[in-house]
T-cell receptor, first 114, second 115 residues
């Protein structure tokens, strides 16, 4: 079945550092790929997504590129802020499937220190 | 943008009582909503898919008689934890989308503590 493997955390960075959170997946066909962010005590928010190979999703300075050849969707940000401290989830959704039935990774906790 | 409202945000109840959690889509119609459970420092576990006007579809291992789901309208789904026990204490999250290939929107979650 489908699976998502995320880089284990927690990740602690200083403000303005470069961020990479690795995500690889196993799925048949061409799933849609997502990154969600969860702030303390809240639900998840969609951060970015990509629906086909070589697509780059971007939002709020975060980027991730859909790499079919390496089955990866790594999250990057060039300069993190304290406000980026949160848990980040990588997820995949098979084609023509409601995203609610996505397979989620285990989450990576990011802490950014001033 | 689309908003999903979940209430209550937290609830404390005594063992043996039942608790109802509401999930509303505020500005779009959701024929399908989803309920998840999240344990500390873990990912979301899909519990069930809530279908408007029909029975919910439960994931393997989730007790349908314990976690009652009702999806009475296109904007409201409820999850009732019946005869709650301390092991049911968890963070419950709902989500909704307008359909396949549409963005998924999450509620802010409900922290349930059973004493």
């Amino acid at each position: 079945g489908d699976s998502v493997t995320q880089m284990e955390g927690p990740v602690t960075l200083s403000e303005e550092a470069f961020l990479t959170i690795n995500c690889t997946y196993t799925a048949t066909g061409y799933p849609s790929l997502f990154w969600y962010v969860q702030y303390p005590g809240e639900g998840l928010q969609l951060l970015l997504k990509a629906t086909k190979a070589d697509d780059k999703g971007s939002n709020k300075g975060f980027e991730a590129t859909y790499r079919k050849e390496t089955t990866s969707f790594h999250l990057e940000k060039g300069s993190v802020q304290v406000s980026d401290s949160a848990v980040y989830f990588c997820a995949l959704s098979p084609p023509n499937t409601n995203a609610g039935k996505s397979t989620f990774g285990d989450g990576t906790t990011l802490t950014v220190k001033p | 943008g689309a908003v999903v409202s979940q209430h209550p945000s937290w609830v404390i109840c005594k063992s043996g009582t039942s608790v109802k959690i509401e999930c509303r889509s505020l500005d779009f119609q959701a024929t399908t909503m989803f309920w998840y459970r999240q344990f500390p420092k873990q990912s979301l576990m899909l519990m069930a898919t809530s279908n408007e006007g029909s029975k919910a579809t439960y994931e393997q291992g989730v007790e349908k008689d314990k976690f009652l789901i009702n999806h009475a309208s296109l904007t409201l789904s409820t999850l009732t934890v019946t005869s709650a026990h301390p092991e049911d204490s968890s963070f419950y999250i709902c989500s909704a989308s307008a359909g396949n290939n549409s963005p998924l929107h999450f509620g802010n979650g409900t922290r349930l503590t059973v004493t």
